[in-house]
């Protein structure tokens, strides 16, 4: 068996996959995390979900079998686990199609100030998608939209339906972005169709390294041909988001084990147009907190001051434009 992990076209044996995981596993469990992440450059967290699953009717998602999940999921539980770690703001993503938690989650943020904007949820095209859209932008901390491989959608069949590239037109004139969900060859085919016909509209590919990197040698090839291309568009950014992975009931946590899948991702999009985001809680599943962000941090650290500087807060600003709300979180 063979594993994908080394970005453009290369491959890892499975014997090895599983020699770099083990020798990393026990690193893991014993270092203090706290210790080596210290907090001297500021951190923004550009992907994390907030729910309360205590709310009338429940909620969407997680699901109520799940067990790591399905719990509150609010500002001050993040806070006390990112926080110590020198995370300063983070940028809560939907995590429900329902319109009225646009409402919800905006009311949550704007009594917590670490929370510095949020994604929101909206259908381009449909009957109450302009009306939303113009309600929800007057709130300075709305700041984009997400759609992608979620909520059965897919948005290289739904884009060809009445009044959804206008719709993303719009979103792109108000000055606002659009986050991708969930990346696959088809998906990411899709995102650069709509960047051709939006060159102004300002894109977010969320947990690139998660997506599933096609086995055949053409589609393969396609694949990277297409990110590259995508690349090229001054207004796409992707986030480090969905790193961890689990082999054979393992979760390293080494940069060895992931240098070469990131180092293909870094390769095609630069310092410039990447950014950190934690996917927490759902990352909990994989890794606590400080674990995931170990692994970023070990990974971004030895390009230098300057790149970590963008990757942890300073290309956020560029793509979602948010604003300070707190006097330790950095402003351009």
């Known amino acids: 068996m063979q594993i994908d992990f080394q970005g453009i076209g290369g491959f890892v044996e499975r014997r090895e996959v599983l020699r770099l995981a083990a020798s990393t596993a026990f690193a893991w469990a014993s270092r203090p995390v706290a210790s080596i992440l210290p907090a001297s450059i500021p951190i923004l967290d550009a992907h994390i979900h907030l729910f309360d699953t205590r709310r009338p009717g429940g909620v969407p998602w997680p699901e109520t079998s799940d067990p790591i999940l399905y719990k509150p999921a609010l500002p001050e539980r993040y806070a006390a686990v990112a926080k110590p770690l020198g995370v300063v703001g983070a940028i809560a993503i939907e995590a429900s199609p329902l319109p009225s938690d646009n409402d919800w989650v905006l009311e949550v943020a704007e009594t917590n100030p670490m929370i510095v904007g949020m994604v929101g949820d909206l259908v381009p095209g449909s009957p109450s998608y302009l009306r939303e859209l113009e309600r929800l932008r007057a709130n300075p901390l709305f700041l984009g939209i997400r759609y992608g491989n979620l909520w059965n959608r897919n948005l290289g069949s739904d884009m060809k339906k009445p009044g959804f590239i206008a719709g993303l037109k719009r979103l792109a004139e108000f000055g606002l972005e659009f986050d991708s969900a969930n990346p696959n060859a088809e998906l990411i085919r899709a995102l650069a169709d709509v960047a051709e016909r939006i060159p102004d509209l300002t894109i977010v590919i969320d947990h690139l390294p998660s997506s599933p990197i096609p086995t055949a040698a053409p589609d393969r090839k396609e694949y990277w041909s297409v990110l590259r291309h995508l690349s090229e568009n001054p207004r796409v950014f992707i986030k480090l988001s969905e790193i961890p992975v689990r082999v054979d009931g393992i979760v390293p946590d080494g940069q060895a084990f992931y ?67 707190l006097r330790n979180q950095p402003a351009p």
Do not use: M, Q
């Open 259 to 325: 240098k070469a899948r990131l180092d293909g991702i870094w390769d095609v999009f630069g310092e410039d147009h990447i950014l950190y985001g934690s996917d927490w809680p759902n990352s909990d599943h994989l890794a606590t907190y400080d674990e995931t962000l170990t692994i970023v941090r070990g990974y971004v650290a030895p390009k230098g001051r300057s790149v970590c500087e963008k990757f942890f807060w300073k290309n956020s600003i560029a793509a979602y434009k948010w604003h300070r709300r």
